[in-house]
């Protein structure tokens, strides 16, 4: 099938580069001109696993192109897939004006009629004012444009495997041909004979063939709302309980690990630590307070998670200024930049926010990052980029692990502690064993782990007082 994407971000570049390789001829586009010539010149704009292999191949087997003339792509497509932005506005909503942008272009360049699906992530009934948009801006044009909703769950880090093996396709569709298209494009998926990629042979799942959900186009957009806000909140609800674990002395990871074997609630998504960042669960969150205050629906549950998120570098914070009396002049190395690891996307990350914190405390800030260090640099370009995560800790009086990279977990820690000016960390994701940590010398703060002197068989009996008090007697 001929398909359009318009906006090469992380789900258009993926989808394009995906649908591409389970056989369709597939021309990406986006209007930021660097964006493109990057691509042209066989280079990604982001750090994605997989993604460089799979564009590469389909670029060479000439089902996959770029180009910023997006009028050109929409000529291509008979299925146009919207990947567009939509950033959060200064009231948390969405901001659809890239979806607007992309109705008039496909309306006013279009030669034939087209399927218009919208993958972005967009706030329920998108679609009807897409829909409306489309006749508006197409009155003149004998084209007839049908809309359609497909919202796309891959995650960055994973994108790669996400889509191409999918634990669900949720098309919304008004009608049946519209449907008939939607299932043929996704056929390869369903019938799990996605052809042989390198992924197939190493990494990839074998996975139960995904579900295929037909929906409303209202249900459809609901859908990506609502599971994006679950997901915060279960991530809200790992941290509220982190926290009454380190004030009241239980180990969140005991508890964690028996909520999860229950299947009514399941093992993900319940890693406590500095919060979740991002592109899409900040702002997915905000975007659907907003659109249940409008509907006039109590919003309350949402509020709580997304204010619990947000207290997660306050708290941090506290604890390490309990154990360092003061930030000012202290060197402090930084381990991971990224909002999670195997990425390089540091929009919304929790680092951003902390770093912006210790530069305000004037701390001396030493980061690492095995992939974000540049995009890092540009936000904060005065702060000591260490080439490796021995140069950060060295001089260092702690040492804070915001992003869970596996290279973290295997660096040579006695050689840390020898290289540190005092040994400790702060392990603001749970990465290390803190009683491995200690007994190699080390001072150690988890996430929702009581401290160290209540461990092994002469511990104390969990202390109740609260952190604050008891770090400070
Ligand atoms: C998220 C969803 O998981 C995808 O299903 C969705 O398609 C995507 O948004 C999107 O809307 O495009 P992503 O933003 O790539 O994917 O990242 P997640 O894996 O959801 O992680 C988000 C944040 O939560 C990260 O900062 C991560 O560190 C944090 N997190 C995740 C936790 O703090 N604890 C956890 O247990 C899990």
Redesign the pocket.
Known sequence: MQIAILGCG??GLVSGACLAEIGHSVVCSDNDEGKIRTLIAGGLPIYEPYLSEIVTRNVAAGRLSFTADLGEAVRHGDVVFICVGTPPLQDGDADLSAIDGAARLIAVEARSSKLVVEKS?VPMQTGQKLTRALAIYGRNSKNSFTVASNP??????TAVL?FLHPDRIVIGVSDEPAETKLREIYRPILEQSALPCPIHQRDCPTKDTPALLVTSINSAELI?HA??SF?AV??SY?NLIADICEKMGADVEEVMRAMGLDPRIGP??????????????PK?IQAFIRLGEKAGVDVSLLRSAELINKRRIDHFLTNATHWLWTLKDKRIGVLGLS??PN?DDIRF??AVDLIGRLLQEHAQVRVYDPEAMAKTRELFPAIHYGADAYEVAEGSEALMIV?EWDSFRDLDWPRIRSLMQRPLVLDGRNLLNGKEMVAMGFEYQGVGIPPAETWGPNAAQPVEAPLAQRLRT
């Open positions: 992380y789900v992530t796309e769950f891959l995650r960055e880090g996400d990506k599971c994006n997901l279960k991530i790992a993900a998504f319940l890693r406590p630590g500095l919060g979740f960042g991002g592109f899409c669960l997915d909002f999670k990425t990350a929790p992003t």
